[in-house]
């Protein structure tokens, strides 16, 4: 009997130092989409994503600019997309069959973005988002809102109003 009860004791012993560690904040969280291009991962805000579509078919629009891919059609309303391959200067993808859209808004604009592979969708603590390093390449510098560790890779979260922004204002 006395075994019993100090096996009892040492869980609820356990258990109150368990209880002693877990702190209960409530520290501001954001929902991040995280993706991957060329191998990086990258995350934009997910109150400025509405929707992430894969397998869409993408019509070329003779004239535009190259970091325009063309346009979709999302249930009847055409949208246009934004290659982030070139507005971040990275290489292209040789297989966009497998890329996702996503269908982002800011800075009064709404277009679709197309990424390699959406890895995840998350909710992480503001604090974990860091301030961007300052050896960021100078057309990263502007639209790089921080950094973070997500499974044990670096994911860049960018500023889609900023993106949509200069974008908007390079067309014109």
Not at 39 to 66: M, T, Y
Not at 106 to 134: C, E, F, Q, Y
Request: aromatic share 6%; with cysteine.
């Amino acid at each position: 009997m006395s075994q019993q009860e100090l096996t009892l004791d040492q869980v609820l012993s356990q258990r109150r130092e368990a209880n002693r560690e877990v702190v209960n904040v409530d520290e501001p969280m954001a929902k991040l989409v995280v993706f991957e291009l060329q191998g990086d991962w990258f995350a934009f805000h997910g109150e400025k994503i509405r929707e992430i579509l894969s397998q869409v078919n993408v019509f070329f629009v003779p004239g535009c600019p190259p970091s325009l891919e063309g346009v979709i059609n999302v249930r009847g309303d055409i949208e246009s997309v934004i290659s982030l391959h070139e507005v971040l200067q990275l290489p292209a993808s040789a297989d966009i069959s497998s890329s996702s859209y996503l269908l982002g808004r800011g800075a009064g604009m709404s277009s679709g973005i197309r990424v390699d592979t959406v890895v995840d969708v998350v909710d992480v603590l503001l604090s974990n988002i860091h301030k961007p390093p300052t050896t960021l390449p100078e057309h990263l510098r502007v639209i790089v809102s921080g950094i973070l560790r997500f499974k044990e890779k670096t994911v860049t979260v960018l500023d889609l109003d900023r993106i949509f922004a200069d974008y908007s204002h390079g067309l014109g």
